[in-house]
């Protein structure tokens, strides 16, 4: 376990009011960063050997879509690259098959990047459907839904955020995929505009177990301002992203940054593999279509969870 950053604040506290010189102050000082970074070092996950244990073997037994068949809700008229990264970067780490959920306008662009992807021309946006009552604009909502829910069974693991954009008419439409996706059990990682979301509706994902956020600094900091009503603390970042999972309920939050945070609310455990030092658009995108193949292989290996 980590060392108490209330413990170092109250070294910290001793050591002035003693009166200790600045030599010794630093000193202090010193030793106290190498106890943190001794902490910090105890909740390195021991990530390779837990890729080996899930991957799934290369055997000529198996047929096209066991090693995972993963789906990404996102695409609208402005991204169409972040749909993309997602979806080809499942295939890249091994996922059998890949498809792709998003407006009319976007499938063109996301087609033409690759014959690999597997899209669905289904979403609406509001622009699209401005002039109709609201019983067309419900009409057309059950048409999406019903689908999305066809293919539903099939899918090991949805991804819902990358370029989704925040159109009242499309988030309501992908509220309902959300809600199916729990009563069907198919686990979700949340990314991108799908945090904007559930930020802002959290009754979508409390308490489902099978729920990842991916949440990056600004999309981290909305969330702990909505459920704990306070800033982010670096000093006690463990502690505080284990009770913004328990102030959600029964997700796994994974906090991108230097050092990645993954928390169950039980257990919190940090990748500090060294990564691109250039914080480009995409690396994201690419996570979280990652993270939808490590989840749906854990999944397929066992069905409790894998330890952290």
Known sequence: MWVSSSVL???HFMIRTLGGNRDHINTNHKTMQAIRTMSRAALEADSENILRAITPTLDPTRHKGQAGKIAVIGG???????????????LKIGADLSHVFCTKDA???????SPELIVHPILEESYSISGLSD??????????????????????CLV????????????????????HARQSNVPIVIDGDGLFLVTNSLDLVSSYPLAVLTPNVNEYKRLVQRVLGCEVNDEDAPEQLQSLVKGIGGVTILQKGKSDLISDGEIVKSVS??????????????????????LSWARAKQKSPIRL
């Open 9 to 11: 604040r109250r070294q």
């Open 76 to 90: 609208c008229r402005e991204y169409t690259g972040a749909p993309y990264f997602a979806a080809i970067s499942a």
């Open 107 to 113: 499938a063109p662009v996301i087609k033409s990047y």
């Open 135 to 156: 019983e067309e604009r419900r009409y057309i909502s059950s048409k999406i839904l019903a689908e999305v829910d066809k293919w539903m069974e099939r899918f090991d």
């Open 160 to 179: 819902i955020g990358p370029g989704l954009g925040r159109d009242p008419y499309l988030l309501e439409c992908v509220s309902e995929i959300l809600k």
């Open 273 to 294: 593999i060294y990564g691109s030092p250039r914080r480009c658009g995409g690396q994201g995108d690419i996570l979280s279509g990652s993270v939808a193949v490590f």
